[in-house]
C-alpha cells in the first residue's frame, strides 16, 4: 500500500511518544480501540490550571496509519484549550495525513482518543473540584 | 537508485531462473508457431517443445505425461479440478464438498461459487499444528460426497498435509480427491505413481518458471473424468480449450526439469537458512511460530511478534520483501483468515509474518533480516500500549477494550437525541 509522505514522516519519526503518570491530577488518559481489531491507541494530555493542553503524548499498537493519526493528534493538541480539541474531527486528521479510504478508521479512532482524554480528565477534576466544594462550608 | 529489498517472499512467487528463461525467449521470437498447426515445422516444432515440457513436468511428480492438462496456473486448475469434477459426478453421485478453512482462496472461493449453484460443502478446522483431523474428515463424509479437496502445502504456514491418508480414505469411499500443490513442487517430493490423488494442480511460478502457466494432473488410472470449464478448439484432449502459450510451457517444463535435478541439495541449502532464520528469531520476547516445525516444507517460516501489529512491522522492515498474511489478502485490513483457522487469537494473527526463502538467498539476508526484526520489533513495542501492559503483568484477555469507533457512534446517537 502506498502512503503518503506524511504518513511516513509520522511513522518513521513518531512525534511525542510516551506515558504521563495516568494518576496525575493534570493528565487525561484516553484508551480506545481492541487488539481484536489491531489497533488500541493511548492518548495523555497534561493540561495546565487554565484548562490549555501543555503538552501531549501517546503510544499506539497498530498499522502506519495508526500510529501516524496519533502522532499527529499529539502535535495538533498542544497549546488548545479543551473545548478547542474537542473541535478536532477525523477528517482533519484524514485530510492532513491524506489517508487511503481503508485506513479512515485510523483518524475515526484518533479522533475518538481525544475524546476519551478529554472526558478522563474531566470527570478526574470535576469530581476533584466537587470533593474540594464539599469540604469548604466545614473549613 | 534505491537499493532493492532483500526478498524473502519466494512462497508469493519467486523469479524466473535464468536458465529458464534463457529457453523460453527462442519460442517467443523464431520458434513461435502454434503447436496445433499439424501442416508445417512451425507448428511440429512447438508441439515438440510441447511434449518435451510435459515430459518435464511429468517427470517432477512422477505421472504419465498424458495425465497433464495446461492451464495458466494453480486457480484455474483448481477451478478445473474442483467444477469439472462437481458438474460431472455431482448428478450421479450428490452434490456434497469437503475442503479445509485454511485452502487457498482460489479452492474456497471455487467451492462457495459451487455451493450457490446448489451444491453443499462441509469447511473442516485443521488443528492448531495446522493439520487435517482424520477423524474429523472421516465423520464428516457423508454418502452423497463427492468431492475432498486438500493442499498439500499451506502457503502461508508452509504445512504438509498427509495426503495419503485422506487419498486412501476418499478412494475407501470413491470420492474424487483434488490436491492443490502449488507450493509444493521442488519442495517435497511427489509421486503420483503411488499417491491416492485423482487431481493435482501445479503452479510454475512458485518454482522459478513463468507467471500465467500451471498443470493439472488428471489421474487415467482410475480414471477420472471432469467437464470442462473453457470450450474452444478442444485442445489438451477437450479438458482446457485456448492455444498453448509455448514459451511458458516451454519455462514451466525447464523449470519443473531444474526442480526434479536439483531439489534434494537446494532444500538441504534452504532449510539450514530458514533454521538459521529461526533461530534468530526464536530468540525476541513473544515470538511465536506459527503451524507445525516438522510437518512443514523447508523454506516456509511464519512467526507471531505479540504486541505489534503487523502492517506496522512490515512498514517498518521496508528493505524486507516479507508478507503478512497471504499476498492475495495482505490489502484487507482482516487477521489472517489461516492462523485464524489454527486457533491463533486475533493479537496473534494480526502480528504475522511470513518468510519464505529460497534460490537465491544467503546467509547474509539472513542474518540482515534478523538484525532488522530485532530492532524494528524493539521500536514498535517502545511504542506499544499493549507491550506496556504486558510488561505491568496486565493480562490483556481481562481487559475490557472500548471499541472507538463504536463509542463514537454510541456519542453521535445520543448527541443528536
Redesign the interface.
Known sequence: ?A?SDKVLDH?EN?RN?G?FDQEDQDVGTG????????????LQIKVSDDGVIEDAKF??????S??ASSSLVTEMLKGKTLDQALDIKNTHIAEELALPP?KI?CS??A???I??AITDYRSKNETETAGYDACKPAA | MERQPVYLDYSATTPVDPRVAEKMIPYLTQLFGNPASRSHAYGWDAEKAVDTAREQVAALVNCDPKELVWTSGATESNNLAIKGAANFYGPAKGKHMITVKTEHKAVLDTVRELERQGFSATYLSPMENGLVNLDELKAAIRPDTVLVSVMLVNNEIGVIQDVVAIGNLCREKGIIFHVDAAQATGKVDIDLAKLPVDLMSFSAHKTYGPKGIGALYVSRKPRVRLEAQMHGGGHERGFRSGTLPVHQIVGMGEAFRIAKEEMAEENARIRALRDRLWAGLSGIEEAYLNGDLEQRVPHNLNVSFN???G??LM?AVKDLAVSSGSACTS?S?E?SYVLKAIGR???LA?SSIRFSVGRYTTEQDIDFAINLIKSKVGILR???????MFKAGID?STVS?????E??RE?ETAAAH
Open positions: 500500500m502512503y511513522y513518531p511518544v506515558s484508551m480506545v480501540g481492541a487488539p481484536a481489531c489491531g489497533d488500541v491507541m493511548k503510544k499506539t499498537y497498530g498499522c502506519g495508526a500510529i481503508v478508521h475515526v479512532l479522533e475518538d482518543a475524546r476519551a | 504486541f505489534v501489529e502492517e506496522s512498514m490489502a485490513l487477521p487469537e486475533d493479537e494480526h517502545d511504542l506499544s500500549p499493549l507491550w506496556d490483556l477494550w472500548v471499541h472507538g469507533t463509542s463514537h456519542a
